[in-house]
């Protein structure tokens, strides 16, 4: 009779011998979690990427506009806009003033200038751009490039407007950053791209317009779809699936392998718990063997691409979890055969 440290033993240098059968389905269950980490860090690489591009051109940017055409308008709440920073899924937000025609002396004379958000500003530019006197210009004027402007006696270094705004309607105008303040023309809520696009409307309740409501908002969106979404739709989603299905089908075929093996175990007096015990430690040590790969590999690839590993720890407990189910029946199968079957399987 068999006790089960010895089983697991024996189980162990199955795995592990030189010439064991189960050495190449211990070498593939190693390279499958190694390659399973990679292409999950590559598809979430690539998605980052699009993501951080489409936000860059202003993708992901919500803009509220009172509307101007009815008499004695006064705007939306400055205070409101910037509070909509506070709600989930907006990383960023801030007050745009209504443009004020003034003389620049490089560009015009009748030039739109508006004040917007530093807060706003640091967000799509970074805090570089917050700390100097900067005036942005808007497409329309950055063809000119002039490296300063004079707007009210004050001189500004001049720099590209941010997409977004450009996209907001200020792109024949210069733009100063400050604090916008009472009511004012438009708001602007840059969008956090990882989390569900939230309805307009509901964003729009959170802002607060006097004599006149909000009648313009809109997100700036290309024609595709979200790339959070295509990537949830994936049909490699379900790869960790396939991976612990061919893993067990390996394994159900080095078990059928080992019939003559296991009819001499039952010849000699082993019970078939104890030879079920034997093969389930072979798989659980072979799962644990693919789950280590994957981790340790998610680890190194995700570290080096500053990305988030467990999603691929995640899909190689999955795949893991799907080989030991599948071949654990496998196992069974295996291990109720007859005697006599088993010693003919030569």
Not at 34 to 53: K, M, N, W
Not at 55 to 73: C, K, L, R, S
Not at 147 to 173: D, H, M
Not at 216 to 236: C, G, K, M, Q
Request: with cysteine; net charge positive.
């Amino acid at each position: 009779m068999w006790r089960v440290p010895e089983l697991v033993e024996e189980a162990r240098r199955n795995v592990t011998a030189r010439r064991s059968r189960l050495r190449l389905v211990a070498y593939v269950s190693i390279l499958s979690g190694s390659i399973l980490a990679a292409a999950v860090a590559a598809e979430r690489h690539d998605v980052q990427t699009e993501v951080a591009g489409l936000a860059a051109e202003g993708w992901v940017t919500a803009t509220f506009t009172a509307d101007p055409g009815i008499a004695g308008v006064s705007g939306i709440s400055s205070t409101a806009c910037r509070a909509l920073a506070d709600v989930p899924g907006v990383a960023a937000s801030g007050a745009i003033s209504r443009p004020i025609e003034r003389r620049v002396w490089q560009l015009g004379p009748s030039i739109p200038v508006a004040v917007v958000d530093t807060s706003l500003i640091r967000a799509l530019r970074g805090s570089a751009h917050t700390t100097a006197p900067t005036a942005f210009l808007g497409s329309a004027l950055a063809g000119s490039s002039p490296a300063t402007v004079t707007v009210v006696g004050q001189r500004y270094r001049t720099v590209e407007l941010p997409p977004p705004l450009n996209a907001a309607g200020l792109g024949n105008s210069v733009v100063l950053q400050g604090v916008a303040t009472g009511h004012v023309a438009m708001c602007v809520a840059i969008l956090s791209p990882a989390a569900r696009l939230r309805p307009l409307n509901e964003l729009a309740a959170q802002l607060h317009a006097t004599a006149a409501p909000i009648v313009n908002s809109f997100v700036i969106d290309p024609p595709i779809r979200h790339p959070y979404a295509r990537y949830l739709e994936r049909p490699t989603r379900h790869l960790p699936i396939a991976a612990g299905l061919f893993l067990a089908l390996l394994f159900a075929v080095s078990l059928r392998s080992r019939s003559s093996e296991f009819g001499a175990f039952l010849t000699a007096g082993t019970r078939r718990l104890e030879l079920l015990v034997m093969t389930g430690s072979e798989l659980v040590l072979l799962c644990s063997l693919h789950f280590a790969s994957t981790s340790i590999a998610a680890f190194l690839l995700h570290k080096r691409l500053e990305l988030e590993s467990s999603l691929s720890w995640s899909y190689g407990a999955t795949s893991a979890a799907v080989f030991l189910a599948a071949g654990g029946l496998a196992s069974m199968l295996s291990t109720r055969r007859n005697v006599f079957e088993l010693l003919k399987d030569r």
